[in-house]
């Protein structure tokens, strides 16, 4: 089955933004590339841990959407499979994942029509993956999707060669991106209900509370429009809902240690960035980025080095990698390296930052990697099994040639 919606959103742009800004298409916004960065940005020689902005909002508040800085768009350069880095790095400059989590919520297309294969409408519901955003458009005829797309390229920009990879890891990111955002809608209308009594509510509270129908009709997140609010309010109640919601459960309880990361909102390639900027070069290689992410940027000592990891799977997973990695201060992950320790991509991931990584570099490894010697004792036995299954085969086929034959003179002698 397919979705589609030709039907306009009369949703209103948020923060005042003109939702009309944007003229010209994709391949115009990426063509246009940053003229020596962001004239503003503060990067003084004072490398310290106050330097960082700080993370986060004021609580239930929402990431504005912001415009493009005075001195031209922000320019990124494609990183892994999955992230960009900032050409002209500044702390408390514009970052692509917060204006983007703005720009989807922003642009949702809300309920769409679902159709069966002889186009007729089966069901009616929220958009819940990226897919969707391009089966309904907006009062201008735009698809969803593509106008996303114009709205982060009004902001950011890549270098003209980097523009086929850019592409890439922006849908990659977006597919992503958009699954989060949709499981992030049920807690974050937990922490609502409970905002409005003066209760304390994070994540993790959140994660282990279920409402009512009517609770959650009554804490409705401001992206999402009534209609579309009315059918998760719905569907969370619901007994399909609670089995996959049990089931996610079941499975992360299995898992041997979460190995959570503790950096916040910043992916590994900003990490990594931040901490160069702060600390200088050597403190932005590999390794103590992935031990920042997983101790916490608040543990960052004055020499850019981080407190211990408490996860016991993480530091296993550091320890795996300093064995094999080629160049442990390389600001560049080993790609073979991570393959190895993984043994392969299971689920299509590496172990350490993952979506930093170009999971081609894995690919090319596995080819290479030859094909483990057949044990002479092995072979032999191999070999003495298939003759002797050989031989009873054959004695087989004689016992059946015997009863053929047995069987056709009774019937003979039964006709005379």
């Known amino acids: 089955m397919v979705a589609v919606d030709?039907?306009?959103?009369?949703?209103?742009?948020?923060?005042?933004?003109?939702?009309?800004r944007v003229a010209n298409g994709v391949n115009s916004q990426l063509n246009s590339a940053s003229e020596g960065g962001n004239s503003e940005l503060n990067i003084g020689s004072k490398r310290s841990r106050e330097d960082a902005p700080k993370r986060g909002r004021a609580k239930m508040s929402r990431t504005e959407l912001k415009m493009a800085p005075r001195s031209g768009k922000v320019e990124l350069e494609p990183r892994g499979d999955r992230q960009f880095k900032y050409v002209n790095y500044n702390p408390k400059g514009l970052k692509y994942p917060s204006q983007l989590g703005a720009i989807l919520k922003r642009e949702y297309p809300g309920m769409i029509k679902v159709y069966d294969d002889h186009g007729t409408v089966v069901k009616h519901q929220p958009a819940?993956?990226?897919?969707?955003?391009?089966?309904?458009k907006n009062k201008n005829g735009v698809y969803y999707g593509k106008r996303v797309k114009q709205e982060f390229w009004s902001l950011f920009t890549v270098n003209l060669k980097h523009r086929a990879a850019a592409a890439r890891i922006l849908e990659a990111y977006l597919v992503k991106r958009v699954t989060n955002m949709v499981y992030q809608l049920r807690l974050d209308a937990v922490k609502v209900y409970f905002n409005?009594?003066?209760e304390e509510c994070d994540d993790i509270r959140a994660r282990t509370i279920e409402l009512t129908e009517e609770q959650y009709l009554a804490s409705r997140v401001e992206w999402c429009n009534k209609a579309t609010w009315a059918w998760f309010s719905k569907y969370w109640v619901s007994d399909e809902y609670k089995r996959k919601r049990l089931k996610a459960q079941v499975s992360c309880m299995n898992s041997e240690d979460t190995a959570q990361n503790r950096g916040g909102s910043r992916n590994f390639s900003e990490t990594q960035q931040l901490l160069?900027?702060?600390?200088?070069?050597?403190?932005?290689?590999?390794?103590?980025?992935?031990?920042?992410m997983k101790s916490g940027y608040k543990?960052?000592?004055?020499?850019?080095?981080?407190?211990?990891?408490?996860?016991?799977?993480?530091?296993?997973r550091l320890d795996d990698y300093k064995e094999l990695a080629a160049d442990e201060n390389s600001q560049d992950l080993d790609g073979k390296a991570l393959y190895t320790m993984g043994g392969g991509m299971k689920h299509g991931r590496v172990p350490i930052?993952?979506?930093?990584v170009d999971k081609k570099t894995g690919l090319v490894h596995r080819k290479s990697v030859p094909f483990k010697p057949i044990n002479p004792d092995d072979y032999e036995r191999v070999l003495k099994e298939n003759e002797q299954l050989k031989q009873t085969n054959e004695i087989l086929l004689d016992e059946n040639s015997v009863n053929r034959a047995l069987i056709m003179t009774m019937f003979a002698d039964f006709g005379k």
């Open 128 to 136: 819940l993956s990226w897919n969707d955003y391009y089966w309904k």
């Open 196 to 198: 409005k009594r003066k």
């Open 353 to 356: 930052g993952d979506g930093a």
């Open 276 to 292: 160069a900027h702060n600390f200088g070069p050597e403190k932005g290689g590999t390794l103590n980025t992935y031990d920042v």
């Open 299 to 316: 543990t960052v000592d004055n020499t850019g080095r981080s407190g211990p990891i408490p996860s016991q799977k993480a530091q296993r």
């Open 6 to 20: 030709g039907d306009h959103s009369e949703r209103t742009s948020a923060n005042g933004i003109n939702c009309e």
